[in-house]
């Protein structure tokens, strides 16, 4: 083959692969629900366990928790363990959230640390699912793998059993969920904001 013949020869067509967003939003729901039942499994056994550490001060301990949904005007007006019989630890800490889904669990089963367990559980369940959202968001260019990976070694990190296991821990699960929400909201809409040409204007 002479060189004219082969300068002449048509250069081959870059092959667009085009993804269906119908196809990539099923996958990225099944992806979502596989993290949401790995972290739920991951930490099951822990619903047999009994209360632990600070549990006590927010559960069976807290006279104002106790009350069940009557103690719910009082946890949102006053400090974190205002319910907790020790001046000591009396301060200016403010986290009614947690607190008052303590004082709806204790409602609805009074004296039972395998259902606080199982709201923690679930709870967090929730919460690596939306992580592994929240970075489908961020990585939108990136292969759907690189999230789904990133989340699943979030989930599987042993540095988070002490904060799932420990019912009191529900104050740091609640802080990173309404976190990721946040930013997932602040995310979405400015995408939408973006895709609306007002920054074009």
């Not at 002449?8 to 099944?30: C, E, G, M, Q, T």
Request: glycine share 4%; with cysteine; hydrophobic share 50%.
């Amino acid at each position: 083959m002479s060189k004219k013949q082969i300068l002449s020869k048509p250069k081959a067509a870059k092959v667009a692969i085009s993804i269906d967003p119908n196809a990539l939003k099923k996958l990225k729901i099944s992806l979502g629900i596989i993290i949401a039942i790995f972290a739920f499994l991951l930490y099951a056994q822990s619903i047999a366990f009994d209360y632990a550490y600070d549990d006590h001060t927010v559960t069976k301990d807290n006279r104002i928790v106790k009350e069940g949904f009557a103690g719910i005007p009082t946890l949102l007006k006053t400090d974190y363990w205002y319910g907790y019989n020790r001046e000591d630890l009396r301060g200016a800490i403010y986290r009614p959230v947690p607190l008052v889904l303590f004082a709806l669990e204790w409602q609805l089963f009074p004296n039972n640390p395998n259902a606080f367990h199982f709201i923690n559980i679930l709870l967090n369940a929730v919460l690596c699912e939306l992580i592994f959202i929240l970075l489908c968001e961020i990585f939108k260019k990136q292969n759907i793998i690189f999230p789904f990976v990133c989340a699943l070694l979030y989930t599987a990190h042993p540095i988070h059993t002490e904060v799932v296991d420990n019912i009191k821990s529900l104050d740091e699960i609640s802080c990173f969920l309404f976190s990721s929400i946040s930013v997932l909201f602040i995310l979405n809409g400015i995408t939408k904001f973006l895709m609306e040409g007002v920054l074009g204007c």
